[in-house]
């Protein structure tokens, strides 16, 4: 039963957002009778900055989904953020802390590589190849950074989007060495790719297939399709491969802890979730 003593997560976006959240949440809430629940809440971006303060007046309010097209201007609406953030350029989790103070972080990269790690990629002192700088792509290199990764190479079609990247990698991680301008995967530990690129077979893959080394992770964010031809053809290759929706419930975890609900696992979110896709 919801009342006013329900926990209460705002998921924000805007108003013909398709909310996926919920179906992942709230039957998990359910199942472990946890009185939570999150509220798909469309906001118009020309009323977003006001309602974001709003929102947190409630009594009952844990903390905030943020999604787009909110998740670049709520890096300035917020009172703290983290290096995560900084590099990202982007916020998709708010809460308040004891003060008062708004305080927001960037899950979408953690989601991505707490995936990685769970089968078995060990980050640190590894090379990288993201393909795509905008912002989920951004989001997974300051979180791989954070990891302790050796060396990132950034590739975008808009070189000037992945030397802005780049550049704020270099403030916050000067120990990462950062590479620009080339989308060529021979020598790199992990492939990510960012884009739309690779969705379909017959579409333009985001690196050539051929260069990439067996041995190789590769690691994909559509969440459009399980295994897109680009991870089709890197499991060919035999290549260990992350589909997309996986970021997806791994950041789920750490959202859980980040609010102070108790954890889980991704496994069991994917036992209790009612997507269609």
Not at 107 to 115: K, N, S, T
Not at 244 to 250: A, I, K, N, V, Y
């Amino acid at each position: 039963m919801i009342n006013g003593n329900t926990e209460l997560i705002a998921h924000i976006g805007y108003p013909t957002y398709t909310f996926k959240s919920p179906m992942i949440y709230n039957p998990y809430f359910e199942k472990k009778g946890i009185n939570a629940v999150v509220m798909p809440m469309g906001c118009k971006s020309i009323d977003y900055p006001v309602f974001l303060r709003s929102v947190f007046q409630l009594a009952n309010i844990r903390g905030a989904l943020i999604t787009m097209p909110h998740k670049v201007v709520t890096v300035d609406l917020v009172d703290e953020v983290t290096a995560t953030v900084k590099v990202a350029g982007a916020c998709n989790a708010v809460k308040k802390a004891p003060d008062g103070r708004l305080v927001g972080d960037m899950f979408d990269g953690l989601g991505f590589v707490r995936g990685l790690q769970r089968k078995g990629l060990k980050t640190n002192g590894k090379r990288v190849l993201v393909v795509g700088s905008g912002g989920v792509g951004s989001a997974i290199a300051a979180s791989l950074a954070a990891s302790e990764i050796k060396t990132i190479a950034l590739f975008d079609s808009n070189s000037q989007s992945a030397e802005k990247l780049g550049d704020r990698l270099n403030t916050h991680f000067p120990a990462v060495e950062v590479l620009l301008g080339r989308n060529d995967p021979e020598g790199f530990d992990l492939i990510v790719n960012a884009t739309p690129l690779g969705m379909k077979e017959g579409d333009p893959m985001p690196v050539d297939i051929n260069k990439i080394s067996p041995e190789s992770f590769v690691g994909e964010v559509v969440l459009k399709a399980e295994m897109t031809a680009f991870l089709q053809a890197a499991n060919k290759r035999g290549c260990k491969v992350q589909i997309g929706s996986d970021m997806l419930f791994e950041q789920i975890p750490v959202y859980l802890e980040y609010f102070g609900f108790e954890s889980t696992t991704a496994d069991e979110l994917r036992l209790t979730a009612k997507l269609d896709y």
